[in-house]
């Protein structure tokens, strides 16, 4: 009975090993791939201890997003729930329909 189940659940964690190396190629590769407004974003973001704040941009005036567009000043419409402004970090709190997450 015992050689049984091992064969399945060998073979699922092969699987699971796998599809993670896969996803963990994948997310390098399009690291190397961002624009470059993105890195800067990014890079801005880690020197200055900004924290990402959704929901509070206005129409063009974004540093980036998570859903329909990803790149800054592509925002549609104030106050995107998937568009992130950079803010000091606790600043985001204080802003009506600021969200951090």
């Given at each position: 009975?015992q050689?049984?189940?091992?064969?399945?659940?060998?073979?699922a964690?092969?699987?699971?090993?796998?599809?993670?190396?896969?996803?963990?190629?994948?997310?390098?590769?399009?690291?190397?791939?961002?624009?470059?407004?993105?890195?800067?974003?990014?890079?801005?973001?880690?020197?200055?201890?900004?924290?990402?704040?959704?929901?509070?941009?206005?129409?063009?005036?974004?540093?980036?997003?998570?859903?329909?567009?990803?790149?800054?000043?592509q925002?549609?419409?104030?106050?995107?729930p998937?568009?992130?402004?950079?803010?000091p970090?606790?600043?985001?709190?204080?802003?009506?329909?600021?969200?951090v997450?």
């Open positions: 009975m050689k049984r189940i091992t064969a399945p659940l060998s073979l964690a092969a699987v699971g090993i796998a599809a993670q190396a896969l996803i963990f190629s994948a997310a390098h590769a399009a690291d190397k791939e961002l624009p470059q407004v993105v890195k800067d974003n990014i890079a801005r973001a880690t020197e200055q201890k900004l924290e990402k704040c959704y929901g509070v941009n206005a129409v063009g005036k974004n540093d980036c997003a998570v859903g329909k567009h990803s790149c800054a000043g925002a549609t419409k104030a106050r995107d998937e568009s992130i402004v950079l803010l970090a606790g600043s985001c709190a204080k802003i009506d329909g600021g969200k997450k």
